[in-house]
């Protein structure tokens, strides 16, 4: 079945980065854009940015662009979000999704990994 | 401030008829499909409705979708107490380049 795994959140200091990682299965990931969508505490959904599925464009929101890089990896069918010059507001738990392409909605999602920003 | 605009609570009690608004402008739902998450607490959102009313394979047709000018909304009929979720619109904006969400409506099943 289609399956979409994140891991690599946790605690991490103002400032700092870290990396997220998604791990697909169960379908054809080159054929798929990836997003990353994110939820902070008692706050709605937010998009962070997507990858087309050859890899060649990416697009983000305006308050990640320059933060956030997304970049996958398609012999390990993983997509991965790098985060740096994290801020508090970017507590939240980070979801990634695939979409059949650029210009449609995710369609499937993972149940997201928890990244919080704190000194 | 999220760039469409849902209520922030909606409530029905089993087998009742509720309606959640998703409002938005010319930027986005006016010219771009609409979609439909439900979430569950501590699951991953869930895809109910795309391009605007078309329901994905093994949702059940109590839902139901629907999109006019710049505002969209879902139906929920036959409410159950497994409908109670939060959920959320989204649609393509092209002022931002970006894919936007409203703020989510929580409902509850009373």
């Known amino acids: 079945q289609v399956q979409l795994v994140e891991s690599g959140g946790g605690l991490v200091q103002p400032g700092r980065s870290l990396r997220l990682s998604c791990a697909a299965s169960?379908?054809?990931?080159?054929?798929?854009?990836m997003h990353w969508v994110r939820r902070g505490p008692g706050k709605g959904l937010e998009w962070v940015g997507f990858i087309s599925s050859d890899g060649t464009n990416t697009e983000y929101a305006d308050s990640m662009q320059g933060r956030f890089i997304i970049a996958r990896d398609s012999s390990t069918n993983t997509v991965f979000l790098q985060m740096s010059g994290l801020r508090p507001e970017d507590t939240a738990v980070y979801h990634c999704?695939?979409?059949?392409?650029?210009?449609?909605?995710?369609?499937?999602w993972g149940k997201g990994t928890t990244v919080t920003v704190s000194s | 401030q999220s760039a469409l605009t849902q209520p922030p609570s909606a409530s029905g009690t089993p087998g009742q008829r509720v309606t959640i608004s998703c409002s938005g402008s010319?930027?986005?739902?006016?010219?771009?499909?609409v979609y439909w998450y439900q979430q569950l607490p501590g699951a991953a959102p869930k895809l109910l409705m795309y391009l605007n009313s078309q329901r994905p394979s093994g949702v059940p047709d109590r839902f139901s979708g629907s999109k006019s000018s710049t505002s969209a909304s879902l139906a929920i009929s036959g409410l159950r107490s497994e409908d109670e979720a939060d959920y959320y619109c989204a649609a393509w904006d092209d002022s931002l380049s970006g894919w936007v969400f409203g703020g989510g409506t929580k409902l509850t099943v009373l």
């Open positions: 169960g379908f054809t990931f080159s054929s798929y854009a």
């Open positions: 010319s930027s986005n739902i006016e010219n771009s499909y």
């Open positions: 999704a695939r979409a059949p392409n650029t210009v449609e909605a995710p369609d499937v």
